[in-house]
């Protein structure tokens, strides 16, 4: 049996602000959005219309917006 990964990613529906969304992960049932100043906790529920990213979706999103994909590394423990 394979372990959960510590850390699940998601990305928000586009909005005009952010035509490609926003990265979340999911730690600890702690959900965190990545902004300007690194990860902000936003609460425990998954924002309507997030969909689920594997590790490498989440890395090649942060590529495209030109995040440091160190920063999938540092999410906090709640």
Same mark, same amino acid.
């Given at each position: 049996?394979?372990r959960?990964?510590?850390?699940?990613?998601?990305r928000?529906?586009?909005?005009m602000a952010? !035509?490609? #969304?926003?990265l979340?992960?999911? $730690?600890e049932?702690?959900?965190h959005?990545?902004?300007?100043d +690194? @990860?902000?906790?936003?609460?425990?529920?998954? !924002?309507? #219309?997030?969909?689920?990213?594997? $590790?490498e979706?989440?890395?090649?999103w942060?590529?495209?917006? +030109? @995040?440091?994909?160190?920063?999938?590394?540092?999410?906090?423990?709640?």
């Open positions: 049996m394979t959960p990964e510590p850390v699940r990613f998601l928000t529906e586009a909005t952010f !035509p490609e #969304g926003r979340l992960a999911l $730690r049932s702690r959900m959005v990545l902004a300007a +690194g @990860w902000t906790a936003i609460g425990a529920g998954r !924002p309507h #219309g997030a969909l689920w990213l594997s $590790r979706e989440a890395e090649d942060c590529e495209r917006e +030109g @995040w440091d994909l160190h920063l999938l590394d540092h999410v906090p423990t709640p």
